[in-house]
């Protein structure tokens, strides 16, 4: 299994334009969130979903958009990146509540 | 909504010296409460958790304590090596809030 996958690993966007973080799991979790990690402040939720069709806001949800049309695929899309918005994704997946998650390896972001 | 405070944020200790960590959260309805380490440049991992129902747990040099009275758990290393040194994150409100993290350095 390749666990959880996100791509691209390094992305540099100017202010303005848009753009798709992907990830990926393999193991059939229900559960599926996204995160920014920013120094000095931990992990914070962006978006997340509990299943297919199924997705709702975390702590910092503006600017972002999410869908989950499978079990397998959360995308996390930008609509018009802000350098507010230069930071570490970290796309995570859970087999349900109070499970523990599974992270990817990140996706580091910088908006000129 | 919930807060998770988590103390100290750099800790240093010699090599075979214990180490302890501690959050505070907000939400009573919290019931899980999970640690994660995350090495440099590496992604964050999962080392324990425990449950509402449980005070505390072990698995070989590493513990969780829960207090749901004081609304606080600890993570508590025993032994330290180097390869512990990394940053420690605890999370509330059922695995969706992160503390701020703590820099753990192992000195050898």
């Known amino acids: 299994n390749a666990g959880v996958t996100q791509t691209p690993k390094f992305q540099v966007l100017k202010t303005g334009q848009s753009m798709t973080l992907q990830c990926a799991q393999d193991?059939?979790?229900?559960?599926m969130s996204w995160y920014r990690q920013d120094p000095g402040m931990g992990l914070r939720l962006i978006h997340y979903?509990?299943?297919?069709?199924?997705?709702d806001q975390g702590e910092v949800p503006n600017g972002y958009n999410v869908s989950r049309s499978t079990t397998e695929d959360f995308p996390l899309r930008l609509l018009s990146a802000a350098p507010s918005q230069t930071s570490v994704y970290f796309c995570?997946?859970?087999?349900?509540?109070?499970?523990?998650?599974?992270f990817g390896p990140g996706t580091r972001l910088t908006v000129l | 909504g919930e807060n998770v405070e988590q103390h100290p944020s750099t800790l240093s200790v010699q090599e075979g010296d214990s180490a302890v960590i501690k959050c505070t959260y907000s939400?009573?309805?919290?019931?899980?409460f999970p640690w994660y380490k995350q090495e440099l440049g590496k992604r964050p991992q999962l080392i324990i958790d425990?449950?509402?129902?449980?005070g505390e747990k072990k698995d070989q040099r590493i513990a969780v304590t829960l207090n749901k009275t004081a609304k606080h758990f600890s993570l508590h290393i025993t032994e330290t090596q180097p390869e512990d040194s990394a940053v420690y994150f605890c999370?509330?409100?059922?695995?969706?809030?992160f503390g701020a993290g703590t820099r753990l350095t192992v000195k050898p």
């Open positions: 939400d009573s309805a919290s019931n899980y």
């Open positions: 979903s509990v299943g297919a069709g199924i997705t």
């Open positions: 999370a509330g409100n059922n695995d969706m809030r």
């Open positions: 995570a997946s859970s087999s349900g509540p109070l499970r523990g998650q599974f």
């Open positions: 193991m059939n979790h229900e559960y």
């Open positions: 425990i449950r509402s129902n449980v």
